[in-house]
């Protein structure tokens, strides 16, 4: 009974995420497109969400660390399934199960699709898939806890299952503030993104459908090209800039409203962040230079496709494959490296990595000083002992996964290189890799059940694993 009354959250959410196809519908009645694609979609969640909207009593009910991962899992596993509804009914020829792929891609903002003529589609499907990603971004959890108190649920415990990274502080007294206070933040960047979009002569259609997925750390475009279409190095400087800044902690963004100017600073997260983007750019322009025979234009490539890549943007304008092996192992790390927590971008994570390294570092000094109390330091604060622990048992998971659905794709009849590349892409959510998935390649040459497989990594990658699961472990269910 009690997950009974807990399914109407998930339904809560999917109200909530019914606007975002209001303009895509307008745009299929304007443009003459198929409008049946987005109205049976938007009646359909109308008649499930409607009873509950209905019937909201301020009834308390406490929500419980295991409420928590059950209600975002369903609810981002219902709102997959809606938003693959238009890709379906879009009559563009796009099966069922690559149309759950595309809307995966989307909400989990991974930037792998199976659609190789993006052009070719109406523009309200390309408006629509644009949506799903910056809504999927920020998290439509994140963006529903806002209104939760409606339906009298405390919403901690939604956001600690929701939120990327180890860290889940409230930077606000009261949940619903920091809901506010991180989607005020989020909107502003994609503003400030759309205007300087136009700036650079995108038209309207592609400034708001890039900035979407550019705040979002997306990787999709409006052209089979991506950002490379456009050919401009003020669109690619503004590109790689804001998908830098997306994939920054947004607790940092309201520290620095607030004017706390030295916790930024001390962040130990943003100063690892900063290093491995300078030292990784650096590296592969001096290693590129011989390649383009440009030093400016060898900069270029490379800070874009360094900051690709460590924030899983996955997106291209440099063919990457052609370059010296160096560069390309250096992307290839950064892979699994991922952004910083609290961001829009995906991966392990640098807090992670840093507190493995700190701790390697105490056991040298223990292993020196055998009788020493040694502590991990982050932000100039000593951490808690418990945070190591499930450092290393996310980071063990997380390649445990990656191996497994590397030996399930080679299995499939795939080379090592793809298999390995395309699982790490779709657990870290970035969507390009090496091989057969390298620029400008889809997933259309994986079988069905390679899709869903990759779905569920996607998923997965974007609740930070524990989210979805707790929920396959017998203890969960036990009372």
């Known amino acids: 009974m009690r997950f009974l009354k807990l399914f109407r959250i998930p339904l809560f959410a999917l109200s909530f995420a019914l606007p975002l196809m209001i303009p895509p519908l307008v745009m299929a009645v304007i443009l003459h497109e198929k409008i049946f694609a987005f109205l049976f979609p938007l ?3 109308c008649i499930l969400c409607i009873p509950v909207l209905v019937s909201i009593k301020k009834e308390a009910i406490q ?10 899992s369903l609810s981002w596993i219902i709102i997959i399934l809606w938003g693959a509804l238009p890709y379906f009914l879009s009559g563009e020829g796009i099966s069922w199960t690559s149309a759950v792929f595309e809307s995966c891609g989307g909400f989990a903002t991974t930037g792998a699709s199976t659609i190789a003529d993006i052009e070719s ?3 309200s499907l390309v408006l629509w898939r644009c949506l799903s990603y910056w809504t999927g971004g920020m998290g439509i959890i994140l963006l529903t806890v806002a209104l939760l108190p409606l339906l009298g649920v405390g919403a901690f415990q939604l956001v600690k299952a929701e939120l990327p990274g180890p860290d889940k502080a409230k930077i606000t007294p009261k949940i619903t503030e920091t809901a506010k206070v991180l989607w005020a933040v989020y909107l502003i960047l994609t503003l400030i993104v759309f205007v300087l979009y136009r700036i ?3 038209s309207l259609f592609d400034a708001i459908c890039h900035a979407l997925t550019t705040v979002a750390t997306g990787g999709v475009s409006t052209k089979n090209n991506g950002i490379a279409f456009f050919n401009s190095p003020f669109i690619e400087t503004v590109t790689g800039l804001f998908i830098l800044l997306a994939g920054i902690n947004f607790n940092l963004y309201y520290k620095l409203l607030r004017g706390k100017i030295r916790e930024i600073v001390e962040n130990t997260e943003l100063r690892a962040y900063i290093i491995i983007f300078i030292i990784a750019s650096l590296t592969i322009t001096l290693d590129i230079w ?3 025979g440009s030093l400016g234009t060898s900069f270029r490539f490379a800070a874009f496709q360094t900051s690709s890549f460590l924030t899983t943007t996955g997106m291209t304008i440099a063919d990457y494959h052609s ?8 992307l290839f790390i950064l892979m699994c490296i991922g952004g910083c927590s609290g961001s829009t971008a995906g991966g392990v994570k640098i807090i992670r990595y840093a507190v493995l390294y700190k701790q390697a570092c105490n056991e040298f000094r223990r292993m020196i000083y055998p009788r020493g109390v040694f502590s991990v330091r982050l932000n100039n604060k000593a951490g808690r002992k418990d945070v190591v622990y499930g450092v290393a048992a996310f980071v063990f998971l997380y390649f445990t996964i990656v191996a497994f659905s590397t030996l399930i794709t080679a299995a499939a009849g795939f080379d090592i290189l793809t298999s390995l590349s395309a699982s790490l892409s779709m657990l870290s959510n970035l969507g390009i890799g090496f091989g057969s998935i390298g620029p400008g390649a889809t997933y259309a040459i994986f079988p069905d059940h390679i899709k869903w497989l990759y779905s569920f990594l996607m998923l997965s990658g974007r609740l930070e694993l524990w989210t979805i699961l707790v929920i396959f472990r017998r203890e969960y269910w036990r009372e």
């Not at 929500?63 to 975002?72: I, Q, T």
């Not at 370059?323 to 250096?330: D, H």
């Open 43 to 45: 009646l359909s969640a």
């Open 63 to 72: 929500l419980y660390a295991r409420d928590g991962f059950f209600v975002v």
């Open 121 to 123: 589609l109406p523009h």
């Open 200 to 202: 650079g002569g995108m």
């Open 290 to 292: 011989r390649y383009y």
């Open 323 to 330: 370059w010296p092996p160096l560069s390309q192992a250096m």
